[in-house]
């Protein structure tokens, strides 16, 4: 983000990468090799160049680092060891803290309150929505602020049924706040629900910073990314 909003204001950046380039548009068929879509009894049709550029995505298994050293004490999850990191894996799940969570210790004493508020940070939440674009519903509740949203996806049948219960039990139940495209926006298409979400997305519907902020940024002739090269200090 910091590269996005630096070069987009006329500054000279350079960012240094761990791990190797990646690019969804162009690398995402070699993620797909050896998932669940492919035929059974096809496996063995993996080409050297595809286990190759699997191991970005394996690189950094339960490390912070994506290359070989001691692993963290403890250390659980999937570290990706590529340009964008989790964000070519993770949830998409995009909530705003809410104004009761600046103040938490005038609420209930424990850790310190924010300097700020949510009011001053509303702004800011504002702005990376219309960038990233998100889904959601306006709900108006008081501690879950509403973002600017595209409209959610039609909920499935299980959904649909899960949201009748919850309504009989007056249990709130809205859509989930992802930033997944479901309508086209600043250059990029709309979801069309292939299901790879967590491998990365060919068209860029869902959020990653590699394609909706490093690459732009690459894109105005004012960053520099050197990839393969961890900051010691």
């Known amino acids: 983000m910091a590269a996005h909003v630096l070069t987009r204001a006329g500054a000279s950046v350079i960012m240094l990468?761990?791990?190797?380039?990646?690019?969804?548009?162009?690398?995402?068929?070699?993620?797909?090799?050896?998932?669940?879509?492919?035929?059974?009894?096809?496996?063995?049709?993996?080409?050297?160049?595809?286990?190759?550029?699997?191991?970005?995505?394996?690189?950094?298994?339960?490390?912070?680092?994506?290359?070989?050293?001691?692993?963290?004490?403890?250390?659980?999850g999937f570290g990706s060891g590529m340009l964008g990191g989790r964000t070519n894996h993770w949830g998409r799940i995009s909530l705003r803290f809410g104004p009761d969570d600046f103040r938490h210790r005038t609420l209930d004493g424990l850790g310190d309150d924010w300097p700020i508020s949510y009011d001053d940070l509303k702004p800011w939440y504002d702005e990376v929505d219309r960038l990233?674009?998100?889904?959601?519903?306006?709900?108006?509740?008081?501690?879950?602020?509403?973002?600017?949203?595209?409209?959610?996806?039609?909920?499935?049948?299980?959904e649909l049924l899960v949201k009748r219960a919850s309504d009989r039990l007056k249990i709130p139940c809205i859509a989930s706040r992802l930033s997944i495209l479901t309508k086209p926006l600043n250059g990029r298409p709309a979801c069309h629900y292939c299901g790879q979400c967590h491998r990365g997305c060919a068209v860029n519907a869902n959020f990653t910073s590699p394609n909706v902020l490093i690459l732009p940024a690459l894109a105005s002739g004012r960053l520099t990314l050197v990839t393969g090269a961890m900051a010691r200090r």
């Open 17 to 76: 990468e761990a791990g190797p380039m990646w690019d969804n548009a162009k690398r995402l068929g070699d993620a797909q090799v050896g998932s669940r879509i492919t035929p059974p009894g096809h496996e063995h049709t993996r080409s050297a160049l595809s286990a190759s550029s699997m191991r970005a995505w394996v690189a950094g298994n339960c490390r912070e680092s994506p290359t070989p050293g001691p692993r963290a004490p403890n250390s659980t």
């Open 132 to 158: 990233i674009g998100l889904f959601g519903s306006a709900e108006g509740l008081r501690n879950h602020p509403d973002g600017i949203f595209l409209p959610p996806p039609r909920p499935r049948c299980w």
